[in-house]
């Protein structure tokens, strides 16, 4: 299909592509059928790999080691490397790093640039996004956020219970969201600080068990739970302006969503490359079952299906050059959660006793895709803001803001 994606888009994904079959996905094959994992070293040396390609870090401007790349033009990468279980870790393109990366080099301060940007791009140090909390507090509807920070002198005192943070378990520092103006509405009283992870008073509990997570890798960074009890940072450690929290987790959402629908969206054309090309091969009943209707009309809806959902992440990201695209961004996440989900379920039905089994890589993809409909905005909480535009005909710039049930949780077929 012809998405009409600039020349420099299109020059970068191919580049990326060639890399994912000539180089990652052969070694994915090779650890899925020897159980032998990949190892941190294998990674690094993806990554020189991809910096004497230029293909490392697509998203980072260039002064800080990436490729530059405007968001439209990223999107057709990001596609490509989700056809690995490993791609997006391996061009440093994964999840939640890519995030905060974004978040740090458009919100952060030069100091902060230097001192944790920069590391982070190049893989010295990991990081994590710790908003989500446990029972009664932020989910689905971040205004029950309960994590506090409290300025005493030149530093905030924090305290937080937040799970769900992806790479938590390696993370060397948090971008922790709390409350800081308990007296204002949560939207306009909430900061982003940076907590290093060697602060006293920081505890990670346990990796929180989960859907998904394939063992590809050597060290996986899991989902933690994380405990802040009264940890001290100084207050140059706010990202952005103190109180603009929901703001610039807006900002890094809208993007986030679409970057994660592209990844997704390469995950299920692989699935169905492989579904098609096992249908091709397999006889049964007297003929191929490429053959047999009902599955070649399945093939033709799923083909369909995901060209659409294609077309909507480009037109939101088109959006976003001008608005925050909320709506656009919010139709675009939630219909292709359940496309990709559906074709990679068809995938695996497609491939019957291959499709469970772990020899190929949709029984994975599968695992991994699921949680896809609840993170980054679960469908209930994006079919709540389309109605509301629907229903009342109101400005987007009045839907109440919703961030995710677990912005951070970004399951393996991503972080690996």
Excluded at 111 to 127: H, M
Excluded at 140 to 148: E, F, G, H, V
Excluded at 150 to 161: C, R, Y
Excluded at 188 to 208: H, Q
Aim: proline share 4%; glycine share 8%.
């Amino acid at each position: 299909m012809e998405y009409h994606d600039s020349e420099k888009a299109k020059e970068v994904a191919g580049r990326v592509e060639a890399f994912m079959d000539e180089v990652v996905i052969p070694r994915e094959r090779e650890a899925l059928e020897t159980g032998e994992p990949i190892t941190m070293d294998e990674i690094h040396d993806f990554w020189e790999m991809a910096k004497e390609r230029d293909l490392f870090a697509p998203q980072v401007p260039e002064e800080y080691g990436g490729q530059g790349l405007g968001f439209r033009d990223m999107l057709p990468s990001f596609e490509q490397v989700g056809r690995s279980l490993v791609g997006a870790l391996s061009i440093r393109a994964n999840a939640p790093q890519e995030g905060n990366m974004h978040t740090l080099e458009f919100a952060g301060t030069e100091d902060q640039k230097e001192e944790w940007l920069r590391p982070l791009v190049q893989g010295e140090i990991s990081s994590a996004f710790a908003m989500t909390e446990p029972k009664v507090g932020a989910g689905s509807d971040p205004k029950m956020l309960q994590s506090t920070a409290v300025k005493d002198g030149d530093e905030w005192v924090i305290n937080a219970h937040k799970w769900w943070t992806s790479d938590g378990l390696n993370a060397d520092f948090y971008l922790v969201m709390v409350r800081t103006d308990l007296e204002a509405h949560p939207y306009e009283g909430t900061s982003i600080i940076l907590v290093p992870r060697d602060a006293d008073g920081v505890e990670v509990v346990r990796n929180v068990p989960h859907l998904g997570g394939h063992g590809i890798t050597e060290r996986e960074g899991g989902h933690a739970e994380v405990k802040f009890e009264n940890v001290r940072v100084p207050v140059e450690n706010t990202i952005g302006e103190e109180n603009e929290g929901f703001r610039i987790a807006q900002l890094r959402l809208g993007g986030g969503r679409l970057t994660h629908c592209m990844r997704y969206s390469g995950m299920a054309e692989r699935s169905l490359d492989i579904a098609k090309a096992y249908l091709a091969e397999r006889e049964a009943f007297g003929t191929t079952l490429e053959e047999k209707q009902a599955l070649r009309h399945r093939i033709a809806d799923a083909e369909t299906r995901l060209h659409a959902a294609r077309c909507m992440v480009r037109h939101a990201a088109r959006e976003l050059d001008d608005s925050d695209a909320r709506i656009e961004v919010a139709m675009a996440k939630m219909y292709t959660a359940n496309v990709v989900t559906d074709i990679i379920d068809l995938s695996l039905q497609a491939c019957g006793g291959n499709g469970i089994g772990k020899d190929l890589p949709i029984a994975y993809f599968y695992e991994s895709v699921r949680p896809f409909r609840i993170v980054d905005g679960a469908d209930e909480v994006h079919r709540r803001s389309i109605a509301r535009w629907a229903f009342e005909d109101i400005d987007e710039s009045e839907i109440e803001t919703t961030l995710d049930f677990d912005e951070d949780l970004r399951i393996d077929a991503l972080r690996e």
